[in-house]
């Protein structure tokens, strides 16, 4: 399974407000949904992961959600702070277990 | 704990040249990944290394592109000669193994503008 999807390519969100950044994956057998943080300059950064037996994991800020029925998985950014102004990619992990990697989204964080 | 070293940050060379960039990843990681990263595009895997042997390098210029991670620690990635296509960052990663979903952890990279 090698196709993701992710959108939107950017999306801007007032400081404060949630952000939401949704893939979607053709291979039912996939079961592992990373989500990388790529800040200017720097390399990219696991933020959170999920498993396909799991629906849901929060981490303070942050929450991903899996919807297997429906094929997609999204990211979740509550109270969005200046710091949040990234890239974020969905990889996906393929069958040799090396990661394939997407366009990303570009989340701006007005002030 | 240290994360994974690049050198150069950048660099700058003209066509034709060749330039080589030098990666030391976390210690105790097997695997060690080149990636290159276009301006606007994600990650693009070019080689895996499984401590000193190659994994993968399907996707490695190899007419040009070489590289090779010696006892199984540091990694040396070379262009040569370079081609205006081949302005990019490239990074380098590593993770504790590779035959399974491990975090992968990325170096800043070395961005490279070819003239």
């Known amino acids: 399974g090698e196709n993701v999807e992710q959108h939107p390519s950017t999306l801007s969100v007032q400081e404060g407000d949630s952000a939401v950044i949704k893939c979607t994956y053709s291979?039912?057998?996939?079961?592992?949904f990373p989500w990388y943080k790529q800040e200017l300059g720097k390399g990219p950064q696991l933020i959170i992961d999920?498993?396909?037996n799991v629906g849901e994991k929060k981490d303070q800020r942050i929450a991903v959600t899996l919807n297997k029925t429906a094929k997609h998985f999204s990211l979740h950014i509550t109270e969005t702070q200046p710091e949040d102004s990234a890239v974020y990619f969905c990889?996906?992990?393929?069958?040799?277990?090396?990661?394939?990697w997407g366009a990303g989204t570009k989340l701006i964080i007005k002030p | 704990e240290a994360g994974v070293a690049q050198s150069p940050r950048y660099k700058i060379i003209e066509k034709r040249q060749s330039v080589a960039f030098w990666c030391n990843p976390i210690?105790?990681?097997?695997?060690l990944y080149w990636y290159q990263q276009i301006l606007g595009q994600g990650p693009k895997l070019l080689i895996q290394?499984?401590?000193?042997?190659?994994?993968?390098d399907s996707q490695l210029p190899k007419d040009r592109f070489s590289a090779e991670r010696l006892k199984g620690v540091d990694s040396t990635l070379k262009i040569q000669p370079a081609k205006l296509e081949d302005s990019a960052v490239y990074l380098c990663?590593?993770?504790?193994?590779?035959?399974?979903?491990?975090?992968?952890?990325f170096g800043p990279g070395t961005r490279l503008t070819v003239t």
């Open positions: 290394f499984q401590n000193n042997g190659v994994v993968d």
């Open positions: 999920i498993r396909s």
């Open positions: 990663a590593s993770s504790l193994g590779g035959g399974g979903p491990y975090e992968q952890y």
């Open positions: 291979d039912s057998a996939s079961n592992y």
């Open positions: 210690s105790g990681h097997a695997t």
């Open positions: 990889p996906n992990l393929d069958s040799n277990y090396q990661l394939i």
